[in-house]
C-alpha cells in the first residue's frame, strides 16, 4: 500500500504550492486543494469576480464552497507517517536563476521547454499538450529561455522570423511590408545560418587567441621560474662571496694582530735585556760607591793610599742610548691600517656601485612573440602624438599639430632655442616613457620617421643634429619603397616593398623600439633592443617635396 501511495504521490500533492495537501478540500471540478492555498488564490482574483480552477480553468459563476475531503485527508496523513514526502524543492522548484513554468501557479516549478510560437515556458506537465495536440506540434520548442520577448516585435507585437540585411536587424512580416519595404531581407533562420558560419571562424580566432596567449603565459611562467631560481642563486652566491670576503678580512686581521703581537715581544725581550744589564751596573756602581763613601771616612792615611788607585782607575761600558720617539713604533701600524681601511671602504665602493647597477640592468625583456601581434593589439596601446612647431626647422610647415609638410621658400618664425637650425625635422611635443604606439602616414618622397632625445644637437654639424645619425636618435628611413634603419651614422638596409603608413612601438622601459609597415597585416621591419636612458620623442624628417602626418588613432 505505502509503495503504491509512494508511486502516485504525485496525485496527493496540491497543484499551487506542490507539497502534500494539508486539509484538502474538493472543488465542483472534483480537483482538491489546500484550503489555504485555494483561498489565498481566490482571494487575489476576487475584485475581478473571476473564479476558476488552477488545473482545469473551469470557471464557476459564484465563489464556490470549500467542502473538507476527510478521506483524502486520511490518505495523505498516512503517507506522511511513511516519511515520504513531495520531491526535493530544489530538484523541481525554480530558483532565482531558473525559467520557471508560465502556467504554474504559487510555486512555479522549473520549465523544461520554450516556445517560440506561445512565447511562453513550461514545465513537463504543462508541456505535455505541445506533444499530444495536433497544431502545438508544429510550434518550434527551444531549451528554457528567460527572453523570450526580445522575439517580438514591439511595434506589431508579433514574432520576428525575418532578418533585414539592409538596416541589420530582425523584424516581423508586417515591419517587412511596412519600414523595410524594398530591402534585402532573409529569413532568420537563413541569416543564423551565415552567421553561425562567421561565428566559426570567430571562434576559430579566439581559440587560436587562447593558444597564443597560454603559450605567452607559459613562457612568462618560465622566465618567472627563471628569476626565482637565477635571484636565489645570486643570494646564495652572495652569501658565500660576502662570507668569503669576512674570511679573508678575519684572517688579515688575525694575522696582524699576531704581528704585532710578536713584534711587541721582540722588542720586549730585547729591551728587558738591555734593562737587566743596566740594572746590573747600577747595583755594582752603587756598591763601588758604598765602598768609595767608607773609604773617604776612613782615618788610616795609608790604607787610604793603598785603596784609593784601585778605585780611580774604573772603565764605565757605553751605555745603551734611548730614543723617545721609538714609544710612537706602533702608531705607524695604526695609521697604516687606517690608510687600508680608506682604500677598502673606496674599492668596496666602486665595487658595490657596479653590483647595484647589474642590479638595475637585470630586466626581464619581452622579446618579439610576446609584443603586441595584431593592429588591434597595437591600437591597445596608441597614444596621441603631436609636432611641436618651436622646434620645426624654417623650411617645415606644421598644420594642425600632425601633418609636416617641406616648402622651399623659408616661413619667419621666432627664434626658438629649441628650433632645427640646419636639419629639416621637427620633434614631438610628448615626451614617451611607457608603452606607446603611433602610426606616419607618408608621402612617397623621403621621410625619417624617428625617435631621439630632447637633448639632441640643435644647431650643429649634420652628425650632431640629423636623426640617426648620431647616438642620440634613432630613424627609419623611408623612401619611396626601400627601407634602411639608421643610428649612430649606421645604416641598416631593410628589403621589399612596403606600405605608406608605417607603425612605431616603443617599450621605454624594456628598451623595445619597433618599426612596422602597416597595411591589412602588422609587418616588422626592423627591431632594437638596448637601454634608453632619457625620455624619448617622437620625430620626423622630410626631404624636398615630402610630406608626413601622425595619424589619429582610435
Excluded at 649606421?490 to 597595411?519: E, M, Q
Amino acid at each position: 500500500m505505502a509503495q503504491g501511495i509512494q508511486l502516485e504521490r504525485e496525485k496527493f500533492c496540491c497543484s499551487i504550492c506542490l507539497d502534500l495537501l494539508h486539509e484538502p478540500v474538493t472543488i465542483p471540478c472534483s480537483h482538491s486543494y489546500c484550503m489555504s492555498c485555494i483561498k489565498e488564490h481566490w482571494d487575489k482574483k476576487e475584485p475581478k469576480r473571476l473564479y476558476c480552477c488552477p488545473q482545469c480553468r473551469r470557471r464557476f459563476i459564484s465563489r464556490p464552497e470549500l467542502l473538507r475531503n476527510n478521506m483524502l485527508e486520511v490518505v495523505v496523513e498516512e503517507l506522511k507517517k511513511t516519511g515520504l514526502q513531495a520531491a526535493p524543492a530544489d530538484h523541481c522548484y525554480a530558483g532565482p536563476e531558473d525559467v520557471a513554468c508560465d502556467l504554474c501557479t504559487g510555486k512555479r516549478l522549473k520549465a523544461l521547454k520554450s516556445c517560440l510560437q506561445c512565447l511562453a515556458s513550461y514545465c513537463e506537465e504543462h508541456l505535455q499538450q505541445h506533444y499530444d495536440v495536433g497544431p502545438l506540434k508544429l510550434h518550434k520548442l527551444v531549451d528554457p529561455s528567460p527572453k523570450l520577448q526580445e522575439s517580438v516585435c514591439s511595434k506589431h507585437q508579433e514574432v520576428m522570423k525575418l532578418f533585414c540585411r539592409t538596416d541589420q536587424q530582425c523584424i516581423c512580416y508586417l515591419c517587412s511590408k511596412d519600414n523595410h519595404k524594398g530591402h534585402n531581407k532573409v529569413s532568420a533562420a537563413a541569416e543564423r545560418t551565415v552567421r553561425q558560419s562567421e561565428l566559426g571562424l570567430t571562434r576559430q580566432k579566439i581559440q587560436q587567441r587562447i593558444r597564443d596567449r597560454e603559450r605567452d603565459a607559459k613562457m612568462f611562467q618560465q622566465e618567472e621560474d627563471a628569476i626565482n631560481h637565477s635571484a636565489a642563486k645570486a643570494l646564495s652566491n652572495t652569501e658565500t662571496i660576502l662570507n668569503e670576503w669576512v674570511r679573508v678580512i678575519d684572517k688579515m686581521a688575525s694575522d696582524i694582530k699576531e704581528k704585532i703581537k710578536s713584534r711587541k715581544n721582540t722588542e720586549l725581550d730585547r729591551f728587558e735585556k738591555v734593562r737587566q744589564k743596566v740594572e746590573q751596573e747600577i747595583a755594582e756602581l752603587r756598591r763601588k760607591d758604598m765602598e768609595l763613601e767608607k773609604l773617604s771616612l776612613t782615618e788610616d792615611h795609608t790604607y787610604f793610599l793603598i785603596n784609593y788607585h784601585s778605585f780611580t782607575h774604573l772603565k764605565f761600558a757605553d751605555a745603551p742610548s734611548v730614543n723617545v720617539h721609538r714609544l710612537q713604533h706602533f702608531v705607524k701600524v695604526t695609521v697604516a691600517l687606517l690608510e687600508a681601511r680608506d682604500k677598502l671602504e673606496e674599492v668596496l665602493g666602486e665595487e658595490y656601485a657596479k653590483i647595484t647597477m647589474a642590479l638595475r640592468e637585470v630586466e626581464v625583456l619581452l622579446n618579439v612573440e610576446v609584443e603586441p601581434r595584431t593592429r588591434a593589439d597595437f591600437l591597445c596601446h596608441a597614444c596621441q602624438v603631436t609636432l611641436d612647431p618651436n622646434t620645426a626647422n624654417t623650411h617645415v610647415s606644421i598644420f594642425e599639430d600632425r601633418k609636416a609638410t617641406y616648402t622651399q621658400e623659408e616661413h619667419c618664425c621666432s627664434f626658438q632655442p629649441e628650433r632645427f637650425a640646419y636639419a629639416w625635422q621637427v620633434l614631438s611635443k610628448e615626451c614617451l616613457t611607457e608603452r606607446c604606439y603611433w602610426e606616419v602616414e607618408k608621402s612617397w618622397r623621403g621621410v625619417l620617421v624617428a625617435v631621439s632625445y630632447k637633448d639632441i644637437s640643435r644647431a650643429g654639424n649634420f652628425s650632431e643634429c640629423a636623426f640617426g645619425q648620431n647616438e642620440k636618435s634613432w630613424a627609419l628611413d623611408c623612401y619611396k619603397n626601400s627601407y634602411e634603419f639608421r643610428h649612430n651614422n649606421k645604416k641598416t638596409p631593410i628589403p621589399g616593398t612596403w606600405s605608406s603608413r608605417v607603425g612605431v612601438y616603443l617599450d621605454h622601459r624594456a628598451g623595445v623600439l619597433s618599426f612596422y609597415s602597416v597595411s591589412d597585416t602588422m609587418t616588422l621591419l626592423h627591431r632594437v633592443q638596448t637601454t634608453f636612458t632619457q625620455p624619448l620623442y617622437a620625430g620626423l624628417w622630410l626631404s624636398d617635396g615630402a610630406t608626413a602626418e601622425l595619424c589619429k588613432l582610435k
